[in-house]
């Protein structure tokens, strides 16, 4: 606990750095549309602890009208993170903290409440979910998917490295979702937005799961931060793996363990598991834990 206290103040502190650097340089406003994008993370937050699950849907669908189709697609932190290791290699550091403090407060977040952004409001997955259909769902072998989702570092790695050595962002370039939101693109990208659209029927957030670097770096964040996932009380579960085939991310363990193990790098706080939990002895712990949960929110 003592070093998530440091780690937490570590980020506020490298926050607060960056919005005084924005104050002093006479820029310190937020465009709307990243305003919206924390509204929502924070409307997210009250949603999930006190059991309004039934809000993400609707969180998600406003998120891909505005922040997909009104915006264009041109929110995504991916394009923050790029642009900060770009202007690295540019050395061009007076650009630096508009995006360090787009970034750092997104992590913030992340940190404090779990990772929200990616579940419950990022206009990208929000599409691959709608378009999911269990029905003709197909399971990706377990070992093929377990290195499939290792390439999301190697997209990470290659989206702090590419700007910082060619001045340019790769991911820009190549985003299917820029094709899909503001309605045009070259064939690469329309070909790449069509396998991904046919894909997301058959897979569960594909690009989430194996290309979003964002999603990787957010899900570290996740990992070390206050959000978790655990028993209310342990003697009351089943063992009935229930919790394990709700989570369509494959984030949760339980069949032949004494214990739910969840890999908090892949949960983005969906709460399935807790949700199709028989005895509900599944719960989410984040900051907001302070305040006390009135029954009639509790799903039945």
């Not at 440091?6 to 980020?11: E, G, S």
């Not at 929502?40 to 949603?47: E, F, G, H, S, T």
């Not at 290309?211 to 009935?240: M, Q, R, W, Y």
Request: glycine share 6%; proline share 4%; net charge positive.
């Amino acid at each position: 606990m003592i070093r998530k206290i440091i780690t937490a103040l570590i980020l506020l502190l490298l926050l607060l750095i960056a919005g005084v650097s924005l104050y002093h340089k006479a820029n310190f406003s937020l465009p709307p549309k990243l305003i919206v994008m924390f509204i929502l993370i924070l409307i997210a937050a009250v949603a999930l602890r006190f059991k309004l699950y039934w809000l993400r849907p609707f969180l998600l669908v406003t998120s891909v009208a505005y922040l997909g189709f009104y915006e264009g697609s041109c929110l995504c932190p991916n394009g923050a993170l790029q642009n900060i290791f770009m202007y690295i290699g540019m050395e061009r550091y007076g650009k630096i903290p508009f995006y360090a403090f787009e970034i750092l407060l997104l992590f913030l977040l992340v940190f404090l409440l779990g990772n929200l952004y990616c579940g419950w409001v990022c206009h990208k997955g929000g599409i691959q979910e709608f378009l999911y259909r269990p029905s003709f769902a197909i399971k990706v072998p377990e070992k093929l998917d377990y290195w499939l989702k290792k390439m999301r570092y190697v997209f990470l790695g290659l989206a702090i490295l590419y700007p910082v050595l060619y001045k340019h962002k790769v991911f820009c370039k190549y985003d299917p979702f820029k094709a899909l939101f503001n309605l045009e693109g070259s064939t690469v990208l329309i070909i790449l937005l069509g396998v991904l659209l046919i894909s997301s029927i058959f897979i569960y957030r594909p690009y989430c799961r194996y290309v979003c670097p964002l999603g990787a770096i957010l899900g570290i964040v996740n990992s070390i931060g206050l959000f978790k996932i655990d028993f209310t009380s342990k003697n009351e579960c089943l063992n009935c793996i229930i919790c394990e085939n709700k989570c369509l991310l494959g984030s949760i363990r339980a069949r032949g363990l004494d214990r739910v193990i969840v890999n908090r790098t892949l949960c983005f706080a969906c709460m399935e598991c807790s949700r199709g939990c028989p005895k509900r002895v599944l719960e989410e712990n984040n900051l907001l834990r302070i305040f006390p949960e009135k029954k009639k929110f509790s799903v039945k």
